[in-house]
């Protein structure tokens, strides 16, 4: 796994060519309504009102690259249901596989940023029409229109029993069909722990064709990775364990140190572009966002990083979960030289 890649060896690529009517990425989970302050919450004070949500956030950065993009989940029979919605029609996301609940609320969380580079978020998701998503919904939203690439992450798995049977549901639907399977690991302690994490995503791994995880979230994926005895094996080994059970493509997030692309051709490294740090919330779901979409567009895992790190700048430069998005025209924006104006 060291030394120099042959360009495009081992590299993973969609297997359904683009189909009218067919998504190029379908993806699912639960999308929250997101309540931003401007200070410590005890203090009071203005707040800003959106959505936020790992998958849909890759589904809004996907869209604003010109992708064709499902997503699929429940909300609440609330005004704030209809605003999750709404706000993924409006940036372009298909929305006609989502459920609206009627027995449970939309999920909520807060955000407050209590130090330049420390914001604290607090979730209210117990109970909601979010965590309720049904195999019968995942399933039928996936077969109505069969992607090139299914995307899904740790979280949902992590919400509620219902949740992850209706994760599992889904690889058997995708490789019947040709999809390819991207899985972002994206572990929140806060709700499950490694040990319960590890037991699931082992058993994910032979499904999965693009694996995503920070270094941190690599060993989740790995069996015994949660034993915290001896010294751990290095990114690159922990890497060549997952493609020899299975995995096509390890992509290791490094934060402001870039990220690594591991095949059996090798590993890629690129490095994250220099910008001022504004809010790093969502960038790891810009990143996957750019990935994905370089990957539909045929590049080597070279290109799909650079594609990644990029978008992954421009969500640490603005504000938000997902309102940073660059468009595909927007993407040169970060090599124009500081103070450039553009007319």
Known sequence: MTGQPT??????????PRQPGRPDVFTFGETMVALRGGGPLKLGGTLQVSIAGAESNVAIGLARL?????????????????????????????????????E?????????????????????RTGSAGSRLTADLVRGAFSAAPPRVL?????????????????RQVFPLARECGSLVCLDVNFRARLWT????TAVLRAWVPFVDVLIASDDELPLCLPGGTDTEG????????AGLLLDLGV????????????????????????????????AVGAGDAFVAGYLSALLDGEEPAGRLA?????????????????????????????????????
């Open 248 to 279: 096509g493509e390890v992509v290791v997030t490094l934060g402001a140190e870039g990220a690594t692309a591991f095949t059996r051709g090798g590993r890629v490294h690129r490095p994250a572009p220099s910008v001022r740090a504004v809010d």
């Open 307 to 343: 594609r990644g790190v990029t978008t992954g700048a421009f969500a640490v430069a603005s504000a938000g979960d997902w309102e940073g998005a660059p468009t595909r025209a927007e993407l040169g924006m970060l090599d124009a030289p500081p103070g450039t104006v553009v007319r």
């Open 66 to 102: 010109g992708h064709d993009v499902r997503w699929a989940g429940a909300v609440g029979a609330d005004e704030a249901g209809q605003l999750v919605l709404r706000t993924l029609r409006a940036e372009g996301v298909e929305v006609s596989g989502a459920s609206t609940d009627p």
């Open 7 to 16: 360009p495009g060896a081992g590299a993973v690529r969609p297997r359904l």
């Open 104 to 124: 449970a609320p939309t999920g909520l969380l807060w955000t407050e940023p209590r130090l330049p580079d420390v914001t604290r978020v607090h979730y209210y």
């Open 231 to 238: 010294e751990r094996p290095s990114l690159a080994a922990q």
């Open 151 to 167: 995307h899904l992450t740790g979280i949902t798995p992590s919400l509620s029993p219902t949740a992850r049977r209706a994760a």
């Open 194 to 197: 490694a040990a319960e994490a």
